[in-house]
């Protein structure tokens, strides 16, 4: 698979596949067997992806608070010492989001908190030293300013590598990047077809030399029905090319930005495959002008 660059001189660079592992979703329930999910990171290493992405606040849909918090760290760790590929993966986590004990979500940018989740997320991710830790979601009770205090102070005691945002708009990437400079190298965003409005979150990446994740990159693209109605350009391509629809929404994000790195969820083997593939698919400016209309 073709790679992208996350890091710079100071923290030093590191080549990941061009298309990431989003894991919010991976969970060790009856209909996600443990056997499928180990199989989804064999198949995912296999076809060369190799970032990816997790988070403290992510586990099981039906877990509440603090039964959720963790466990996807947990399983993933689990599954790679299992699998014995940890040496083949750049693993990703984040911090600042929290579930409650309503099955919901909620936010915690504390220094207290921000500090105890980077320790937690080592313990559970069972290293010395977390590859990229990233700021989950602004927190309205906390000061941007503050937080990025917070995330310099994170940074220096060694304790993670690189630091990352998420959700985070371009005044506050250029806010954090004045005051954490090379330590910071990504911005995860939400970005796809039916969800455009963080173009310039991607633009302000390209010009500082930032990596922009993109999660949720195939959202809108489930449905038959959906997608010939919304997006018709991306069915279109995907027919003429006899190739899937999200096959074409990622190689279509790739080629916004040389930063960007879409990180698509995935529960199975053929799932991950397939948005794998989309890394070595070439679009046209003919293609890509039509995408870019719809």
Same mark, same amino acid.
């Given at each position: ?15 990941v596949?061009?298309?990431g ?24 290493l ?16 039906? *877990?509440?608070?603090a039964? $959720? ?5 947990? +399983?993933?760790? @689990?599954? /790679?010492?299992? #699998? %014995? ?6 693993l ?65 005691s ?6 990352g ?26 970005f ?8 310039? *979150?991607?633009?302000?990446? $390209? ?5 922009? +994740?993109?999660? @949720?990159? /195939?959202?809108? #693209? %489930? ?13 279109g ?57 719809g």
């Open positions: 698979m073709r790679t992208r660059t996350i890091g710079n001189d100071t923290v030093g660079r590191v080549e596949g061009a298309i592992l989003g894991l919010m979703t991976f969970d060790q329930t009856g209909a996600q067997p443990r056997e499928q999910l180990a199989d989804t990171v064999r198949a995912a296999d076809a060369g992806v190799t970032l990816f992405d997790t988070a403290d606040a992510y586990g099981p849909g039906e *877990e509440k608070g039964a $959720a918090q963790g466990a996807n760290e947990r +399983l993933i760790a @689990s599954l /790679l010492d299992e #699998l %014995g590929v940890r040496d083949r993966v750049f990703a986590t984040k911090g600042g989001h929290t579930r409650t004990d309503g099955g919901g979500w909620a936010t915690d940018s504390s220094p207290e908190h921000l500090r105890a989740a980077v320790d937690a997320s080592l313990r559970r991710l069972g290293v010395d030293r977390i590859a990229l830790w990233q700021h989950h979601r602004p927190d309205p009770r906390i000061p941007y300013d503050d937080v990025i205090g917070t995330l310099k102070e994170i940074a220096d060694g304790r993670v590598r690189m630091l945002l998420s959700n985070a708009d371009p005044d506050q990437i250029r806010s954090a990047h004045a005051v954490l400079g090379d330590a910071l190298v990504s911005v995860q965003n939400q796809s077809p039916g969800y455009r409005s963080s173009r310039p *979150e991607i633009d302000v990446c $390209a010009e500082l030399g930032l990596a922009f +994740l993109a999660w @949720s990159p /195939l959202g809108g #693209l %489930g449905d038959a029905k959906e997608l010939a109605a919304k997006h018709p350009a991306f069915a391509v995907a027919r003429e090319r006899g190739v899937s629809p999200q096959q074409v929404a990622l190689a279509w994000e790739l080629a916004q930005a040389p930063v960007v790195v879409p990180i698509p969820g995935a529960k199975r083997p053929t799932s991950i495959t397939d948005s794998a593939a989309a890394a070595d698919l070439e679009l046209t400016p003919e293609e890509l002008a039509a995408l870019d209309e």
